[in-house]
């Protein structure tokens, strides 16, 4: 089993690696396309009922 000081060194290299290819993603002028919010944002249910807490103008 790894001790904690490896776990936490591997955790942080996986970050690196990843931020890495991030930005070389992005300089080579990849963009990344955010998705549309979904039909039941800003809904919650409270008690068996669902109600919009967005109001019709939002």
Known sequence: MKRF????ED????ALKRA???HKFKQK??????QPPS??????????FKISTLSKED
């Open 29 to 34: 002028g990849g963009k990344i396309d955010k």
């Open 5 to 8: 000081k490896e776990f936490r």
């Open 20 to 22: 890495l290819a991030i």
């Open 11 to 14: 955790r942080r290299k996986d």
């Open 39 to 48: 039909i039941d944002l800003g809904r919650y249910k409270y008690r068996g």
